[in-house]
T-cell receptor
């Protein structure tokens, strides 16, 4: 069975600092991996997705993630945090390219301090 | 283009009462999903529709939950009777065809008292 583990339920960074949100997955087949962002009282918005092409995936708002098969990881990074990045971030895995049937991690709340 | 629309945004009901949530997907999207998001958790799929057909409802608690998607467009998710543990956010999403990006609505936050 597939699963996703997000390390750290809360991450706090200063504005301008590096953002690193960790995600490890478990899958018996080559996975498709996704990062979503959820702002307060909003639905989920897709940040980026990995679908077996380039291992380094660039997304919206300056975020990127690197697929590392040997580490079963798909960590999300952004070089410089903005106050507007404060939100909840979810890593998700799917067995196919169907982005609807997703298994989500528990989420990481990103706090950005001025 | 309008996104996925859900209503109501918030609902407070007493336990044992029925409740219904409505979802209007993006126009032309054949695939529709209902997800349950408990506080502090990631969303979990309840049911997936391809047009009018429920193709994956394995996670839907069928003793109290039901869903329908008439004419392959709007969808309704119902709980009867509601329990305290049903307090959560119910998210609807849609995609054009299976294998493409799913777009999420803002969700309905249900509180059962």
């Amino acid at each position: 069975a597939q699963s996703v583990t997000q390390l750290g339920s809360h991450v706090s960074v200063s504005e301008g600092a590096l953002v690193l949100l960790r995600c490890n997955y478990s899958s018996s087949v080559p996975p498709y991996l996704f990062w979503y962002v959820q702002y307060p009282n909003q639905g989920l918005q897709l940040l980026l997705k990995y679908t077996s092409a380039a291992t380094l995936v660039k997304g919206i708002n300056g975020f990127e993630a690197e697929f590392k098969k040997s580490e079963t990881s798909f960590h999300l990074t952004k070089p410089s945090a903005h106050m507007s990045d404060a939100a909840e971030y979810f890593c998700a895995v799917s067995e196919s390219s169907n982005t609807g049937k997703l298994i989500f991690g528990q989420g990481t709340t990103l706090q950005v301090k001025p | 283009e309008a996104g996925v629309v859900q209503s109501p945004r918030y609902k407070i009901i007493e336990k044992k009462q029925p409740v219904a949530f409505w979802c209007n997907p993006i126009s032309g999207h054949n695939t529709l999903y209902w997800y349950l998001q408990n506080l502090g958790q990631g969303p979990e799929l309840l049911i997936r529709y391809e047009n009018e057909e429920a193709v994956d409802d394995s996670q839907l608690p069928k003793d109290r939950f039901s869903a329908e998607r008439l004419k392959g467009v709007d969808s309704t998710l119902k709980i009867q009777p509601a329990e305290l543990g049903d307090s959560a956010v119910y998210l609807c999403a849609s995609s054009a065809v299976q294998g493409t990006q799913a777009f999420f609505g803002q969700g309905t936050r249900l509180t059962v008292v």
